[in-house]
């Protein structure tokens, strides 16, 4: 069964401390991984699309990666306004394809 | 270049009534994708509409059905409706040329049944 986990469920940085986010996943045939970014009682906002192993996108603060197996959100010297929800989401090559499939998110607090 | 449009913002429901969504795709894509997502969880997929036919639908019971229109616009019907059913509800839009047919969401409409 295609799915994927995120992690941690809830990250509090500093203004100014980096770290990173979690996606794993199981899919029969990568299409791609999308990250997205949601803030509190509205829609996802798109950020990435990964294609294939190797592959990294860089926009402002935020850099996706992707592996074979699992890909990271890293986030470089967070300000407040990235305080937010992050959902990963991947789609199928084959069965399930033009359907997104979630994670649950990690929700990042970031204070000044 | 409007992005993808949903009504209402919010809406309150009583156990066993019908409801109707609507959804204005982002200009220039002509597929609808519809997604439910409940307090805490990533969303789930219901249905998707491309030339005006469900392509491809989630596990989700027959209460829930769906429309695409010569415009592209859609409408998610729901009936009989469940406390269960009370989430947000989104609306993606993706053109169908699109090699990986990234998806772009609207702001949902917040359903909440009483």
């Known amino acids: 069964e295609d799915q994927v986990t995120q992690s941690p469920e809830a990250l509090r940085l500093q203004e100014g401390e980096s770290s990173s986010l979690n996606c794993s996943y199981t899919?029969?045939?990568?299409?791609?991984l999308f990250w997205y970014r949601q803030d509190p009682g509205k829609g996802p906002e798109f950020l990435f699309t990964?294609?294939?192993a190797g592959e990294e996108k860089e926009k402002e603060r935020l850099k996706a990666t992707l592996t074979k197996k699992e890909s990271f959100l890293h986030i470089t010297a967070p300000k407040p306004e990235d305080s937010a929800t992050y959902l990963c989401?991947?789609?199928?090559?084959?069965?399930?394809?033009?359907?997104?499939?979630f994670g649950k998110g990690t929700k990042l607090s970031v204070k000044p | 270049d409007a992005g993808v449009t949903q009504s209402p913002t919010h809406l309150i429901k009583t156990r066993g009534q019908q409801v109707t969504l609507r959804c204005s795709p982002k200009?220039?894509?002509?597929?609808v994708s519809w997604y439910q997502q409940a307090l805490g969880q990533g969303p789930q997929f219901i249905f998707q509409?491309?030339?005006?036919?469900?392509?491809q639908r989630g596990n989700f019971p027959d209460r829930f059905s769906g429309h695409q229109f010569p415009n592209y616009s859609s409408e998610l019907n729901v009936n009989a409706l469940l406390l269960g059913d009370s989430a947000l509800y989104l609306c993606?839009?993706?053109?169908?040329?699109?090699?990986?047919?990234?998806?772009?969401f609207g702001p949902g409409t917040r359903l909440l049944v009483l």
């Open positions: 993606a839009s993706s053109f169908y040329g699109d090699s990986l047919e990234t998806q772009y």
């Open positions: 899919v029969s045939g990568l299409r791609g």
């Open positions: 990964l294609y294939s």
């Open positions: 989401a991947v789609q199928a090559r084959w069965g399930s394809q033009g359907n997104l499939i």
């Open positions: 200009s220039g894509h002509d597929t």
């Open positions: 509409y491309y030339e005006e036919e469900e392509r």
